[in-house]
């Protein structure tokens, strides 16, 4: 009777630690940092929630992961891909932060080559008629080459915008001279200019507030209401604990926390890179995780009078902070 008693414990055990794991799609990136801190402080495992990261390594096959139901949530980009799945059915729904270009913090640059820079091109304006190298047609960068040549009197088609299909391709690009110039991201900026691979002629932070990324709920995270604000309570406990020890300034200088070289370590962990490289190119992510959620709006426009989504997702439909909301209400109450 004992040991029927004892199996039956197991298995309500074992049914209640699985209905708690939660399979989240992420990059090994720096801007999953607040994902790496919860995942080492235990934060998500206190709030009740058995995290387990699924690894990708680009955007895209993360929301057809969600669709399929392999993961419960998408961490990543918000690219014209993610938005067009949205538009065509993908139920998914935007409901965090997860990384912006913000003023003050330098993560996203356009270098040049060598010869690019020897020829006298010193500003995005210098580019006119000259290859740009994004990641590939309707991502990220593309979006912020589209928003950011018009503050020049520029536009898109005074440009030659060039698919390079990855951050590798268009260092290598720009080091060789087989392109004028292209995105890049930090730790590569600085290590470009040590190395003489490249000049740098702006960081996109000074030209435009972007939410880059964010956290995405499938459809069945949307529906458990519990989980997903016990996933949430632990993200903006994680996304706290990055900025008080790695985002804080005083003025233009970092005050960094007594934890700091603890949070680099953990992101050294999961991303398999050198603390020192780490170090010169934080991501900026809200303090509380909160969703810069008018600028999602002005993306799906953006993306959408440029032909690259075929129809405009309903945006009451693919944002709902207030799950966010809730998780914050919980978290200011206690002591």
Known sequence: MCSVGFLMIVCFSSMVFASNQIKIGVLR????????????????????????????????????????????????????????????????TIVADKGRLWPGYQLVGIMVSKRAWDMGIRSLKDLKGRQIGVTQIGSTFHYILGNILPMVGLTLNDVRVTPLGGVKNMMDSVASNRIDSAFMVQPFCSVMEAKGMGRRILWVSDYMKYQIAAIFFGKGMMEDKSRAISFLKAYIRSCRFYFDNCLKRSGKEPLLGPHYDEVISYISKYTGRKP?????????????????????????????????????????????????QKAMEELNKRP
């Open 29 to 92: 990136l720096t801007s999953s940092a607040p994902i790496f801190i919860g995942l080492e402080k235990g934060f998500f495992s206190e709030e009740g929630i058995e995290l387990k990261p699924i690894y990708f390594k680009s955007a895209q096959p993360v929301a057809l992961a969600l669709a399929s139901g392999d993961i419960d949530i998408g961490a990543t980009g918000l690219t014209a891909g993610l938005y067009n799945a949205m538009a065509k059915g993908l139920q998914a």
């Open 276 to 324: 020192a490289l780490i170090s010169k190119g934080l991501n900026y992510n809200d303090r509380d995780g909160r969703l810069f959620s008018e600028d999602i709006s002005k993306q799906i426009k953006w993306y959408y009078e440029n032909h690259l989504i075929s129809r405009m997702p309903d945006i009451r439909k693919i944002i709902d902070t207030t799950v966010w």
